[in-house]
């Protein structure tokens, strides 16, 4: 495959001095861009866009046609895993998406399958599709939902604001949650070897519901698990590249410095981190991914301006070991619109050179 | 009015040694109770409750018959504020709380009354009389949301996930943000004034959505106005006591170093802090309050056990200058059986002492 051309990414994220802050966004390939809007009509609901190799390329691209990025996504979704394991998954309008077949039992744990790739080949054919297309322009980043996120749906059977299933399950029969915990991270870990197999060049771990648990649960039942991930991956390529990988808790504020323990090249922050200060605390250890308020790109363009810089100057000067990657806290939201994402990035590009002299 | 009989809550908030953790829950006069249920459909709806104060002193004595509990709170809503303010508050079925005039311009926020404390005349009342019934059994605590969490009502009309609005306003127009929470950190400090005027013997500030915000923010729209408050409080007492204060912000533990140095007493944690951790880092300033999973209460017994013992070793032997309040980490859940409450509470009772000798 063709050599990289804009390793930026790669190399903060192995806290390598770059010319500039590389800057992605999460969601980057979303409902915010008419044109995705478009192919996603074309695609009928949003899991045969997944499944499309061709539709899923086409969206995965569209950001960096209109943006200078410097990085793509695989266009996909963190609960791809649980619909292969069987749980029949669908998405009802409006209302985010859902499972046929929760897990209510711990029979149903018991029974799940783990040999599930072959029912994930679609994500293998996007992941090459779209490497072949990149050629080598901006690295492309492979993705998964950390075991407990995914096991949050299953057990809710979909999106929830009080976890009280899966609270009752980690409390009540802590056995057959870790069970599935284990299941579930067998099949992550199958699942990202797979993705850099196919071409993913960096990989990112959704944990967007470990911020539900205490402290203590946290790292009983989200990070044990992500750091066991990340053991069995193989980052280590046959050329000599390393497969980065990059630890996302959404509200893991209070817990930084065990993710930045668990294995991982980078951590990913969520906007309610004060960068600078996160920088102090482990920012020898790990680069650190993030953290604007998603809401402030709805905000006049100078003040998002304005908030670029102040996170620029939150992380400071690049010194030898640093590694920031500008991103949102969190994931583009559907109403933003196109022209402030532009400004958005435009501004870390015209503004984060002179970090790095 | 009667001395105190049972001042062990008071103490563990002023960091002066007591012979056991002292203990209560948020929302600890609520629906998880039949009794309670039962005087709500007596009063009507949920403001007419509030808003009578005979049937708000009933329901604030309800956890007290049952549970051997170190404090009463105030039974009343954080939203009598805005309703003062002329906003309409009424509670939509299943909706929660919702306002009939929400603040959508500059405009309707620069015409807002501050002078409002006439209409909340019934917490007053409310507090009288609980004080008079409790006759020194133990300390009432009162309570207001913070400007900031007010301001997030007020402007989205009701409950929210995405806090849009509100943060359109605080990125777009800072000044109007600025001048909201200006006027509510008025009339916020009258209020609990004149709480404390009517025998509040503690008062808690709840920021339920200050954790929403980025770092930077937090401390511009929301500590800034909990630190303004606090610095107007008549919280020395003629009789030579001090009424202590409890600062609360949901998802603040990334920012547990500027929280306790706001003025307060104590800090509320919700269960994402590590409690020992929390006290390595700002339990040689403040008391501190929390901070279990309030899902714990729907695990069966043995587990909330465990759970009380673990929290307990956390924050570890009491020395001088320490203290812990135990409480959940948020407001208690209504579809918790009262029996686990109640194992809750015994069980703080029972393995605390050995941890204050």
Redesign the interface.
Known sequence: MAALKNDRFIKALLRQPVDETPVWLMRQAGRYLPEYRETRAKAGDFLSLCKNTELATEVTLQPLARFPLDAAILFSDILTIPDAMGLGLYFAEGEGPKFERPLSSQAAIENLPIDVLGDLQYVMDAVSMIRQVLDGSVPLIGFTGSPWTLATYMVEGGST????KI??LL??NPIAMHLLLDKLAIVVTDYLNAQIEAGAQVVQIFDTWG????????LEFSLAYIQKIIQGLNTDRPDGSVVPVIAFTK?G???LDAISECGCHAVGLD????LG?AKAQIGNKVALQG???P??L???IP?IEQEVK?LLTSYGQHGPGDGHIFNL?HGI?P?VDPEHAAAFIAAVKKFSPSYHL
Chains 1, 2 share one sequence.
């Open positions: 604001r009080e976890f009280k609270k009752r409390y009540g911020g539900v648990l205490s402290h203590a649960s946290y509200g504020g209070p817990w906007w309610t981190v004060d200060a953290n604007m308020d809401s402030i709805l905000a006049p003040v102040r806290g939201t109403d």
